[in-house]
Each structure stands twice: as C-alpha cells, then as structure tokens.
C-alpha cells in the first residue's frame, strides 16, 4: 500500500516585501507586503509574522505582527538598527506567516462583572482624584 505524502509547503505561506522601500537610520518604518498564495482559490487568513532579523541587510529587525486576512496592501513596521540607511528590495522574504485565530475585544458587560475589591477600589479613587480635570 503507496501512502501519500501531503506537500507540507503547499500549506506555508510566507511574507514578502511588495516593492523597494528605503529604511532610514536609526528609526522604524512601515514597508509594504504580501503574502504569497498558490492558486487563485487558495483563502485569504489572518496569520502573525513572528520578530526576526531580516536576511540580508545588517541591523533590520521586523517587528511581531498581525497580519490581516488578505494577501496585498498590507504594511509592517521593520527597525533599521544602523546609522544609514538602507533599501530592501521587492521579494525579499520577512518570515513564515503562522496562521492565528482574531478573538473580538471584551465588552464593556464583560468589565462591569470583574468586581474591585474594596481596597483596589479605594486606590483607583484617590488615584482618580489626583488627576488633573481638564
């Protein structure tokens, strides 16, 4: 009996950058990217890109990120580390996507039930009554 071995990269989409951006000293920038896809059926997905030196370039850092479901138009912020600057280039890969599930953000219902004790309640109010009014 033959097995099939199923292409584990056929399921790893990787990220790249979509167009030349010059990354200028000692600061972040937003550079633009894509997440490649194989077929014209292949679904968008919310994935993160994990931080990690990008190949190539001295001192470039990306940043952790969450990457919204669609494959262009999308911007992640890379770190240039050096004192010039420098251009990555179109195609240079950033890393593996690794596929995420997005959780919605609580409720205002949800933060009305965590109850304060009554010490951490009377913090918050002398800490409240410190602030200025505006």
């Known amino acids: 009996m033959q097995l099939h071995k199923e292409d584990e990269d056929a399921h790893v989409r990787r990220l790249y950058v979509a167009e030349d951006t010059v990354l200028l000293p000692s600061q972040q920038t937003e550079v633009p990217v894509r997440v490649i896809h194989r077929s014209r059926r292949d679904e968008a997905r919310a994935g993160m890109i994990e931080n990690n030196e990008v190949p190539l370039l001295r001192h470039v850092y990306s940043a952790r990120s969450l990457i919204p479901a669609k494959f262009s138009g999308i911007k992640v912020p890379l770190l240039n580390a050096d004192h010039r600057s420098q251009v990555i280039r179109k195609g240079t ?14 409720t205002e219902e949800v933060k009305k039930e965590e109850e304060l004790s009554p010490p951490e309640a009377l913090a918050i109010e002398k800490i409240m009554k410190q602030l200025p009014t505006k």
């Open 93 to 106: 890969e950033l890393g593996v996507l690794h596929e995420t599930q997005v959780i919605n953000e609580a």
